[in-house]
């Protein structure tokens, strides 16, 4: 009997090593994390910038469903609890966690947890939120697993679209010398994460810098989120005390007040400092303008 | 049909379509009111954003216009007023009306408690309208629809 040839078979092994080689996790290394001294109080701050209550949940204890194109996104527990939330992890696999999507085990975490944002952020940072989450009341709670359509929910394809789409470079190409709109780049493209909800994705999922903050479908599916740029029709021509102001008190310059999604999130900023919300403001005067479209 | 029916028809007619036509309906007068509750939080905002001074007289006809708002508006969501003219209402209005009469005496609460304060600068103003205005933010969010 004549024997298949072999060379189809060998091709698909190479073709497998690529794809693992291309998609393998890239954590930080321990020599990687800074020298630092936590500061659980700065750790507070970083988290009502980033919001993470809005989504794991008052307490943490996670639970919340994220319906999208891709399927049912299930929010897990990030209370300091050591069997069911984050409460065992070193400071290294929650830096790795938020600023490179990558879990304690090696896997992916697929971007619905918005570290294409956070990769963006300081490491002391990161490591400050670890500090301050370690404050709060540990939540025993298992959460259901994602349930995701093929071909998403091949989680070590994540590492494809990592490839294309996370990077800690900057979106917007500010002045680094002006300091207010460079805190202001920080705090929107990256803890903050604005980006995620008010930029138009694309056919893959990621975020259409092109039209970075011009606004687009809701990503929950239903209704639309508004252009946020100096282009847009109705917010542009919002003064940066007219932002500070909306973001502190949660009422437009028309006295409308904010809705949707944005009313946690206005909420979770109304605890910064005015400075920091002025900073958000100097840098959505300062970025480029993105013509409206239908908002 | 005779003449005096087919005028009695267009007559019958033009009564059913009258409030749409003059702007009764009572969707139409509650967009309206909202709308001159809105009017009158701008000046109270410019005020606290320092955007103009302080003045105390504006200031108390703002409450003023908000507490004849607050006495009217629970009477501008009667049943089959649910939907229509692009009414922004929610059905909580009408499925949890204890609820929503709750939220509307809030408001009034609030609103009285501004004009008992008689603010006289700038401090005791945010202190009289940020309940007031922490009433509109939780109505809307309970009980309007978005239209992100």
Known sequence: MRRAPAWPLLALLVLAAVFVWLTRPQPLRPSDLPVHKPDPANGELVFHAGGCASCHGERLEGGLELETPYGTFRMPNISPEAATGIGGWSTLEFVNAVVRGVAPDGRHYYPAFPYPSYARMALRDAIDLKAYIDTLEPVVASNGRHDLAFPWNIRRGVGLWKRRYVSPDPVFGTDATDAVVERGRYLVEGVGHCGECHTPRDGFGGLDTSRWLGGGPSPEGEGRVPNITPGAAELGSWSKRDIVYYLQSGFTPDFDTVGGSMVEVQENLSRLPADELAAIAAYLKAISPVAARGD | ?148
Not at chain 2, 31 to 60: N, S, T, Y
Not at chain 2, 81 to 87: A, F, W
Not at chain 2, 98 to 120: H, R, S, T, Y
Request: aromatic share 8%.
């Open chain 2, 1 to 148: 049909m005779t003449r005096v029916t087919k005028l009695s028809v267009v007559s019958l007619l033009l009564i059913a379509a009258w409030p749409a036509l003059a702007g009764d309906s009572p969707q139409e007068q509650r967009h309206e009111l909202m709308e001159h509750v809105g009017d009158a939080a701008k000046p109270i905002g410019e005020m606290l954003k320092q955007e103009r001074a302080f003045d105390a007289g504006v200031a108390m006809a703002s409450f003023q216009t908000w507490a004849e708002a607050a006495a009217a508006f629970g009477d501008l969501f009667p049943a089959g007023s649910e939907t229509g003219y692009d009414t922004e209402a929610k059905a909580t209005i009408w499925s949890d009306r204890a609820g929503f009469d709750a939220a509307l005496a809030g408001f009034a609460e609030a609103v009285d408690a501004a004009i008992a304060a008689q603010p006289q600068d700038l401090e005791s103003l945010n202190a009289a309208a940020g309940p007031v205005f922490k009433q509109c933010k939780g109505c809307h969010e309970d009980y309007r629809v978005e239209d992100e």
